[in-house]
């Protein structure tokens, strides 16, 4: 009995080890963040809809609730910039093949311009955004950002339809504003 | 079974040759990624596919003023639904050498694209290249600028129709596509 005990915890913490080795981001993260000159931070996903949650008692605007709502849809976010050179552009590069090896992303969009080059890796699944990695090199700072959620394409587009309607209320008034100026008696 | 062996090897070195035209520019785009002189900009099909399920109408008027027309923000959904990616390559040093290296390369392939546009206009000569289908589709489009100050090269594919390419042109700011903006003039 003991002995089949010791082994389920053994396949479990191999396993465990397996999946966080194996996740190119949490491994690139973790070699980089206690570097020099190396800013990092990591928001949980509890964190993050804990603040949204205590946010939206405060706010009453239709439209940043709407906002709150498309934030509630974070999992979890991490952050990396390195200001102290730490990250070269080879092992910059590394990360965005293993990302697309192992980590199962493809690369959605590449700009290189002025010695500045930003990709942007994502991990859709059907219509879900699983994933979103921005990473951004440049002569004297590398930047990662990386996003796990439960966005889908309506949730974007219900809160543009909310900013579509304040736009549209406030260009009414405006409106309204501008023509009533224009009824008043010329003095 | 000879002729049947021979026919085979016919079939795949054709469709290798057809593929390697889009892979000549691939290659060549994929080159000058490394080289620091060159601007590029790679857009996925994956991210045209996510872009093309946003209400163009609704990120208009609630990001900014709202300057797109009705009708303007339809069009640029239905374009958008039909493109498979995007690929561009800028550089402002010794552009017309660079110019002369792509049409090189180009010319090297036994291609399936047809000049559609050959213009030189202060200047710049700019080039046109459509690849279509058996039934007329226009799956690629080439564009090639060569001038004094810069080149450009830009590559879209998809299910592409020039009249509503030209008309995403002018409400697009990425570099070389303003060179499209008279395409449907030139359908006519």
Redesign the interface.
Known sequence: MKKLLYSFILIFCSITIAQAGGDPIKKFYRKYKKKDQVFNITLPGVLTRTCVGIASLFVHDKEARAGLKLARKAKGIRVLVDEGQQVSKAAGKALIRDLRQKGNM??????????NYTV?M?K?NG?K?KKIVVINFSEDQFTMVAIKSRLK?KH??KM?????R???KE?AKHKKKTVEKKKEPMA | MKKIFVLCSLICFLSSSVFAQNDAINRYFEAQLENEIFSSVYVSPKLIEIVSEIDIQALDEGLDDGELKRNEAAIIEEVLKQLKGLMVLRTEVEPMKHYKEILGEFAKQNADFDLLLSVRDEGNHVKIWTETTPDNTIQELLLLVGGEDEMIMLSLTGNIDLKKISKLAGNIDIDGIEYLENLDKTEQ
Request: net charge positive; glycine share 8%.
């Open positions: 493809e690369q959605l969009v590449a700009i290189k311009d002025d010695g942007i994502g859709i219509k955004i394409m974007i587009n543009l339809k909310a900013l579509q304040k736009s549209r260009k």
